[in-house]
Every structure is written in structure tokens, then in C-alpha cells.
């Protein structure tokens, strides 16, 4: 039985030998991606990126330009995971409601984000005129 084994593998090797190599994809059929991955690897590109600059610059620049640099960031990072998870919102109804909420969630944290450092429009425009516009 010991010996036996051997030559029944060697048998079922030449009785199939197409299957095995059939099933190993190509090389270059391994290199190629998909128009979704190039757009996720742009993204974390850009991403990426963004902080870079921001450590860039640093000392240089005022907050207010580091934390739109954090809001571009969490955008692209947001529209990201739309393309990465958009497909199952398609065959998962449920799905597709979670994403439009966190989509809403998104745009009301950067509005937020927004709001809270705008300067008011009115306090501006008495300092700027102390007369408080009158002749």
C-alpha cells in the first residue's frame, strides 16, 4: 500500500494536468485593476497628501487653513467609502439607507465644523466702522 500511493498521484497528474494550470490565473491578468480600485487608490493618494501638507505647513499657517485641510480629508475619506460600500447598497436595501444617513451625518459634522469657525458677519463690520455707519 505504501508504494501504491505514490503511483496513483502520479496517475491523477497525468490524467489532469490542464485543470491545475487552467486554474492559475496569468500574469498579467494579476497586474490589471479594476476603475473602483484606481479611484480608492487616488483617494488614499489624496488623502494622503492632505496631511502632508499639513504637516508642511505647520508653523506657517493659521488654523483655520489645517482644520479645511482636516475637512478635505474626512470628504474624500467619506465619498471613499460611498464608492467602497455604494455596490451593496444596491442588493442591501438596508444598506443603502445607511449610507444616505451617514452621508447626512458627513455634511451636517462639516457644516458644523464650518459654522463654528466663521467669524460673525455683524461683530466684523463694527469693528471695522466704530461710528457704527453714521455720518
Given at each position: 500500500?505504501?508504494?501504491?500511493?505514490?503511483?496513483?498521484?502520479?496517475?491523477?497528474?497525468?490524467?489532469?494536468p490542464c485543470r491545475a494550470v487552467?486554474?492559475?490565473?496569468?500574469?498579467?491578468?494579476?497586474?490589471?485593476?479594476?476603475?473602483?480600485?484606481?479611484?480608492?487608490?487616488?483617494?488614499?493618494?489624496?488623502?494622503?497628501?492632505?496631511?502632508?501638507?499639513?504637516?508642511?505647513?505647520?508653523?506657517?499657517?493659521?488654523?483655520?487653513?489645517h482644520v479645511a485641510l482636516a475637512?478635505?480629508?474626512?470628504?474624500?475619506?467619506?465619498?471613499?467609502?460611498?464608492?467602497?460600500?455604494?455596490?451593496?447598497?444596491?442588493?442591501?436595501?438596508?444598506?443603502?439607507?445607511?449610507?444616505?444617513?451617514?452621508?447626512?451625518?458627513?455634511?451636517?459634522?462639516?457644516?458644523?465644523?464650518?459654522?463654528?469657525?466663521?467669524?460673525?458677519?455683524?461683530?466684523?463690520?463694527?469693528?471695522?466702522?466704530?461710528?457704527?455707519?453714521?455720518?
Open positions: 500500500m505504501g508504494r501504491g500511493l505514490p503511483r496513483l498521484a502520479l496517475a491523477a497528474l497525468a490524467l489532469y487552467a486554474a492559475m490565473p496569468s500574469p498579467a491578468a494579476a497586474t490589471l485593476i479594476t476603475p473602483r480600485e484606481a479611484f480608492l487608490a487616488a483617494a488614499i493618494a489624496a488623502m494622503v497628501g492632505c496631511g502632508l501638507f499639513s504637516i508642511v505647513l505647520s508653523g506657517r499657517a493659521a488654523p483655520r487653513t475637512m478635505l480629508v474626512v470628504l474624500i475619506g467619506g465619498f471613499s467609502l460611498l464608492v467602497l460600500f455604494g455596490a451593496s447598497a444596491q442588493a442591501i436595501p438596508s444598506a443603502g439607507v445607511a449610507v444616505l444617513i451617514c452621508l447626512i451625518g458627513l455634511f451636517k459634522l462639516m457644516s458644523r465644523f464650518e459654522i463654528q469657525r466663521r467669524p460673525d458677519s455683524r461683530l466684523s463690520i463694527r469693528r471695522a466702522d466704530p461710528g457704527g455707519g453714521r455720518e
